[in-house]
């Protein structure tokens, strides 16, 4: 089975790890990651976030962890528009967060329009933290948890850089 997933992942964190390992568990997955500009326009709030290079490392590096614990392999693709690649043939599987969902209808919508088989939509939900609000890279770039969830009061958050 071939899985599609999407997002800016800066930075990766539990909640992203969740979605991961659901995707893994049903086949082999590409990951399309955010360009540049994509990752601006696609922000419910104005924050920095890293080069599509930096990300991509770190994506990489937590992906080929989790593919070789599931004996899968997998591709990091860039998306450059939000529907990505999973309008693309030669997907199975679509996973989404939560507030991705509708996203993922509109993907469908789009893959029956050209003439493709709609993809199974999985939602996988949220990663709480330890006051039990989600996991989120917005909170973690504030300073208010870790990449874990862990309350971090003493953090001051990533600094913009110069």
Not at 87 to 95: I, N, P
Request: aromatic share 4%.
């Amino acid at each position: 089975m071939d899985v599609a997933l999407g997002g800016t992942f800066d930075p990766v964190h539990d909640g992203h790890r969740r979605l991961f390992e659901h995707a893994f568990e049903r086949g082999d997955v590409t990951v399309g990651l955010t360009s540049d500009d994509l990752a601006a326009e696609t922000r419910h709030e104005e924050r920095y976030v890293r080069s599509f290079a930096e990300r991509q490392a770190d994506l990489d590096d937590e992906l080929a962890e989790i593919a070789e614990r599931h004996d899968r392999e997998y591709e990091i693709r860039r998306l450059d528009e939000p529907t990505g690649i999973a309008v693309e043939e030669g997907f199975d599987v679509l996973v989404v967060s939560p507030e991705t969902e509708a996203g993922g209808e509109r993907v469908n919508e789009i893959r029956r329009e050209n003439g493709l088989d709609p993809l199974d939509i999985e939602v996988v939900d949220h990663a709480r933290a330890e006051d039990g609000d989600i996991i989120s890279s917005t909170r973690i770039v504030r300073g208010e948890i870790d990449q874990y969830g862990n309350l971090t009061p003493e953090h001051e958050g990533r600094p913009r850089p110069e």
